[in-house]
């Protein structure tokens, strides 16, 4: 219902926009709650309600453009056209350039380039841009000196993409799609696409059963790592969180605070690492589901250096782990057959998705961390500071619905709890209220141990105080007696009420597993 409503909204706002300012407004629907279908279901009614409108979708990223166009083509006969996919900036000059009605073309923002004359004029081009609140958007026009060969100051005058795109569709009119909110010091945003056209939060999302909780569970303690690397770490979240850090500035400091790099990546770290990922999955998330987890690396160098330390430690997990990141020429020889061609990180998508595959493990860095979806997936591993959207795109990997699946984990061990809270300042107050804080310790934990005080009340009257030192036939005996004793046809209530709470401590239970005793488990 909430595609169907925000969707005619949208229309509504787009008809006032055409003949006013161009800006539609912003569609914030949280991450899993299908986005990308509300979009196909705009780019459908956009095509009722306007004279052949053309129709430009924008994302900021080549993987990106490929996962919304194949979503689109998927959906050609419902759109009842065939959607484009620019190859390069003179494809989508040609695409553009000329064009009188019609059409529905995929491009990423870097196609656009400046240009003393517009692409088009036509007042009925709708331009749909994807992950809508990114920086990359603005408006802004900078100087950047930089040197040339010979040392000599040149000036460089950088304009922001918006300004770009705007230039060359100077009458189109803008629609943001996002599934983050747009930060509150964010002016860019409401700049380029105007204000919220329909809020689907995450409370909202949970009630409705679109989406799954997500909860989080600290190990960095396990990492023994030292003050000084702590405080490297702290200071990686103060630049990725700085106000107005550009992505030039951002690339600029990471080189700068290579140590961090050098800490993460040192021998005894990894070892510590992949040892305790392996422990903590082996005796909780192995079979929790289908198994299906996600370890998130700081960079390509730890990818790899993860994955070799776990095939080092565990031999047989061929193919349960694979590394999924972009690759370059100037990677060591041995990188290339591990991390394939195009092709090969496609049949590595195909295979994760599929439940029954053993590939159970994907190590990425950023790969996979915006709009990739394998409902069952449960659990993620982060060794890299992330902040902001990045970090909310990122853990929502684990909240897709699937089954009777409690909620999605994020094991952290790289202190991404305050990144978190600072993250969740911009959500909605409910949101706030509701995943301000989704420490398993102070959420799922105390749950659990609730529940399993209502089982044991529930069995008052049933003697099982000799299962947790008997044989296993004392146990199998005390099983089917507990059974019976649940059945009991003369209390006809008790057997509904106690699949109800022991599904409730089940599920619980799924999500602190590491934290429970041997008595409590």
Known sequence: YHQYF????????????????????????????????????????????????????????????????????????FLRQVPIQAKSREDLKSLLSGREANG??????????ESSEPLSLRKNIIVMTDEAHRGQ???????????????????KRIIGTARIIHDSLPNASYIG??????SNKDRDTVEVFGSYIDVYDMTQAVADGATCPVYYESRVINLNLDEATLKAIDDEYEL??????????????????????????????????????LKHYEENRQYELTGKAMIVAYSRPIAMSIYHKILELRPEWNEKVKVV???????????????????????????????????????????????????????????KPMHGYNLMQAIARVNRVFKDKE?????????????????????????????GDMNIAKVAYPKFQEKLQVCKDLLHGFDFSGFIDGSPLVMAKLITKGVNFVL??????????????????????????????????
């Not at 590595?348 to 990739?372: C, E, H, N, S, Y």
């Open 6 to 77: 925000a969707v005619k909204k949208a229309i509504e706002r787009t008809k006032i926009a055409i003949v006013n300012d161009g800006k539609i407004g912003v569609f914030w629907h949280t991450q899993g709650s299908g986005k990308s279908l509300s979009m196909v279901f705009y780019a459908h009614l956009l095509q009722e309600e306007l004279s052949q409108p053309t129709i430009v979708v924008i994302t900021d990223r080549n993987d990106l453009d490929d996962q919304l166009y194949t979503q689109f083509s998927k959906c050609q006969d």
């Open 104 to 113: 529905i073309i995929f491009t990423t923002m870097q196609k656009f380039e």
């Open 137 to 155: 958007y603005g408006f802004e026009e900078k100087i950047k000196m930089t040197k040339n060969e010979k040392g000599e100051d040149v000036a």
């Open 177 to 182: 799609f996002t599934g983050t909110p747009i």
């Open 240 to 277: 990725l969180a700085e106000e107005g850090a550009t992505e030039e500035q951002i690339e600029k400091s990471k080189k700068e605070m290579s140590h961090l790099e050098e800490i993460l990546s040192a021998p005894a770290t990894i070892d510590s690492l992949c040892r305790d990922i």
């Open 325 to 383: 990141m972009t690759g370059s020429n100037k990677d060591p020889e041995e990188w290339h057959e591990i991390i394939g061609n195009k092709q090969y990180k496609k049949e590595l998508a195909k295979r994760f998705k599929d439940d029954d595959d053993p590939m159970k493990i994907a190590i990425v860095v950023d790969m996979w961390l915006t709009g990739f979806d394998v409902p069952s997936l449960a659990t993620m591993y982060v060794y």
């Open 407 to 435: 909620g999605g984990l994020i094991v952290d061990y790289v202190g991404i709890a305050s990144a978190l809270k600072a993250a969740m300042k911009e959500y909605t107050e409910r949101d706030k209220n509701t995943y």
């Open 488 to 521: 009991d046809a003369r209390v006809p209530d008790r057997k509904d009420l106690f699949l109800k709470e022991a599904m409730l401590l089940r599920q619980s239970q799924s999500l602190c597993s590491s934290m429970t005793t041997e008595k409590e488990r």
